[in-house]
């Protein structure tokens, strides 16, 4: 079946450092890929989304590119601000059908003062 | 534009009470509506979806059920809670932008089981 993986659990940075919030995954069929962020006591919010290879997204000053030769989709931002600070989820629908999400276990993202 | 409300925000309650957690969404007609449970910190679970009234498929039940009584309602449901309910539970909806669904959460109700 479909997996995502995002390795890294908590991520702590300095305001103003750039950003890489690694996201992989396994599907046997055509990849759709999305980055959620969510914020304390918060919903989950969608921040990014794509399915063409090698084409960068960009929203809000995050970015991230879907290569399928190594089936990645890492978030990137060049320039993290304290507001930054939230849980983000990568997630992976192989069918393009919103009710076959399947997400990744989340990484904190941090950033101090 | 299309909005989604769930209810209660908030809810309390003790091992073994009942539950009822409703979700209702307005300026979408015949919506495909989902539910998701998030431990606290955790990943996001999906538990239910319903592409139509009196349609729901169990996805994880969790000693958990799912009703949808009208096209824009969609209400989870438990006779006896248990502490492992405890957690963050979301609606959501999908918009299809032609390339892909996309999911769209809802603000959630914060559920404490003690």
């Known amino acids: 079946g479909d997996s995502v993986t995002q390795t890294e659990g908590l991520v702590t940075l300095t305001k103003g450092l750039p950003v890489m919030l690694n996201c992989t995954y396994q599907?046997?069929?055509?990849?759709?890929l999305f980055w959620y962020v969510q914020h304390l006591n918060e919903a989950p919010k969608l921040l990014l989304k794509?399915?063409?290879?090698?084409k960068r997204t960009e929203h809000q000053g995050f970015y991230a590119t879907l290569h399928k030769s190594s089936s990645s989709f890492h978030l990137q931002k060049s320039s993290v601000q304290l507001s930054d600070s939230a849980l983000y989820f990568c997630?992976?629908?192989?069918?393009?059908?919103?009710?076959?999400?399947?997400f990744g276990t989340g990484t904190s993202l941090l950033v101090d003062p | 534009a299309q909005t989604i409300h769930q209810w209660p925000v908030a809810e309390i309650k003790a091992v073994g009470s009942p539950l009822s957690l409703g979700c209702t969404i307005k300026?979408?007609?015949?919506?495909?509506l989902y539910w998701y449970w998030q431990a606290t910190g955790g990943t996001l679970q999906q538990l239910f979806y319903?592409?139509?009234?009196?349609?729901v498929e169990s996805v994880v039940q969790l000693n958990l059920s799912a009703s949808r009584p009208k096209d824009d309602q969609f209400i989870l449901s438990t006779e006896k809670l248990l502490l492992s309910h405890s957690g963050f539970y979301l609606c959501?909806?999908?918009?299809?932008?032609?390339?892909?669904?996309?999911?769209?959460f809802g603000s959630g109700t914060r559920l404490t089981v003690l």
């Open positions: 997630a992976l629908s192989d069918s393009g059908m919103g009710y076959k999400l399947t």
């Open positions: 319903s592409i139509t009234v009196g349609q």
């Open positions: 794509s399915s063409t290879d090698n």
């Open positions: 599907t046997t069929y055509s990849p759709f």
């Open positions: 300026g979408k007609s015949s919506p495909n």
């Open positions: 959501a909806w999908v918009r299809d932008w032609g390339l892909a669904e996309t999911l769209y």
